[in-house]
């Protein structure tokens, strides 16, 4: 790990708790002590949540307005805001269910279909979609009496404030300076996409269970850490290549050797818990192949989206032949080898193979929404947070940057522009 600089001042409680049962020389009692460190940790909570809260409220906000002050050809929202008191009736709860929401409300409310009936040519089904996020919002809908929407809703926005918490957590096991990890909790806010986070999708969910893998595989908890790994499954296809980031933290741990020292329980673990990572992906496509006779169905359904597996470098010279929004994906893809390769440079090789798999194997079906997949990687948060440390100025420029392209994206995404899928 890197240790660039690890001063923890007592008012810096964003980060959690301090550890140090002593101060100056002057020892304190174990009871005061842990007090002191609950009181941090609760205050650090309050501070995220504060700073989540304004993020989320500024994000959502601006792009409501922009649907009022600037509608678009489907009118989401009528009336103009403050003209009077019941001046704006707005179906709000709608705005930021485009695109793939649909698809998770079908799987919510009808279950998996047993043959394709959709998009132009009939030819998509809902098989492309894994199925415990939609699944938890039928089974919270159930409990709460409610509509699936809203509780699609709750989850996006507990996963991305207990993500931010982990996330915090993470950065301080990271050693890294008070001044870094505020930076990579205002990153965490105000990502590019950001609105995947506030949207019904999948990406609050993925990240917090990504964080938590990550979290327990350094600790060594290797089980627990396969646990969370299962929920990434089960979640985004993606979370299947965790195996290699758990293998090489392993490795990192005990050498190479522990891998065949088969007398030892920590081994025995590890390869259970290697083991266990994919399970959920296979009981998907036993189903699969049950249901439809197909137990890759979810891969063989993307040719309904224009998606076909070949080599992702060929794909990225298609996107830019292509031109418009096919190029601005090409490029993105091109220059996420940058962050990449940043993570490597740090020696952070379980992060940077993570994320190197999370762009070759979605590019291996074709560039679009290329962004949002990277962004929904915690690695890419990770470098764009180590490149700030000891660097004020990029750190500033780097958080400007993002959350005008949050607000500008989010914009977009509310009026359906196809380039922020």
């Given at each position: 790990?890197?240790?660039a600089?690890s ?11 301090q550890t ?20 941090s940790?609760l ?17 959502y906000?601006?792009?409501?307005l ?12 009528s009336?103009?805001?403050f003209?009077?008191?019941?001046a704006?009736t707005a ?7 485009q695109f793939d929401c649909k698809?998770?409300m079908s ?9 394709p ?15 415990l996020?939609p ?7 159930d409990?709460?009496?409610g509509?699936?929407?809203?509780a699609?809703?709750?989850i ?6 207990l993500?931010?918490l ?15 990890r ?5 990153f965490?806010?105000f990502?590019p ?9 999948t ?11 990550f979290?327990?595989?350094?600790k060594e ?13 089960a979640t985004?296809n993606?979370g299947?290549m ?13 050498g190479?050797r ?23 992906m296979?009981?998907?496509q036993?189903w699969?192949?049950?249901s ?10 993307q ?10 470098f ?8 292509t031109?418009g929004?096919?190029a601005?994906f090409?490029?993105?893809?091109a220059?996420?080898?940058l962050?990449?390769a940043?993570?490597f ?15 070759l194997v ?9 962004p949002r ?5 915690m690695?890419m ?6 490149m ?9 420029l ?8 949050a ?14 899928v």
């Amino acid at each position: 790990m890197n240790a660039a600089n690890s001063s923890d001042n007592s008012e810096h409680s964003l980060a959690g708790a301090q550890t140090p049962e002593s101060s100056g020389g002057i020892s304190v009692p174990s009871a005061l002590a842990g007090k002191s460190r609950t009181g941090s940790v609760l205050k650090g909570a309050g501070q995220a949540f504060l700073l989540f809260l304004a993020s989320r409220l500024a994000l959502y906000l601006l792009a409501y307005l922009s649907v009022v002050i600037y509608p678009g050809e489907v009118q989401m929202v009528s009336g103009r805001p403050f003209e009077s008191p019941g001046a704006v009736t707005a179906d709000v709860m709608n705005m930021f269910c485009q695109f793939d929401c649909k698809w998770f409300m079908s799987i919510a409310i009808s279950g998996y279909e047993t043959y394709p009936s959709h998009l132009t040519t009939g030819h998509a089904a809902n098989w492309a979609f894994l199925p415990l996020y939609p699944l938890l919002g039928r089974y919270l809908a159930d409990l709460s009496g409610g509509n699936i929407l809203p509780a699609f809703y709750l989850i996006s926005g507990v996963c991305s404030y207990l993500g931010l918490l982990l996330w915090i957590y993470l950065l301080k096991m990271f050693r890294l300076s008070y001044e870094t990890r505020l930076a990579g909790a205002f990153f965490y806010c105000f990502l590019p996409y950001s609105v995947y986070f506030i949207a019904p999708y999948t990406e609050s969910l993925f990240m917090m269970f990504t964080i938590a893998a990550f979290i327990l595989a350094m600790k060594e908890r290797y089980l627990c850490a396969a646990l969370c790994a299962m929920a990434m499954v089960a979640t985004k296809n993606i979370g299947v290549m965790f195996v290699f980031p758990l293998a090489i933290l392993f490795w990192q741990h005990n050498g190479f050797r522990a891998f065949f020292n088969f007398r030892s329980l920590k081994t025995a673990v590890f390869w259970l818990s290697f083991m266990l990572v994919p399970l959920p992906m296979f009981v998907f496509q036993n189903w699969l192949w049950y249901s439809t006779g197909d137990a890759l169905a979810f891969k063989n359904i993307q040719l309904a989206w224009g998606r076909m597996m070949g080599n992702p470098f060929m794909h990225m010279l298609e996107g830019f032949g292509t031109g418009g929004y096919k190029a601005y994906f090409a490029a993105f893809f091109a220059g996420c080898f940058l962050p990449i390769a940043y993570l490597f440079f740090r020696k952070r090789y379980a992060e940077g193979v993570f994320l190197l798999l999370g762009a070759l194997v979605p590019v291996s079906t074709g560039v679009n929404a290329i962004p949002r997949y990277m962004f929904g990687m915690m690695p890419m948060l990770l470098a764009f947070t180590l490149m700030t440390e000891g660097r004020p100025w990029f750190r500033d420029l780097l958080l400007t940057l993002s959350g005008m392209l949050a607000v500008f994206i989010s914009i977009a995404w509310v009026h359906g522009e196809f380039f922020t899928v």
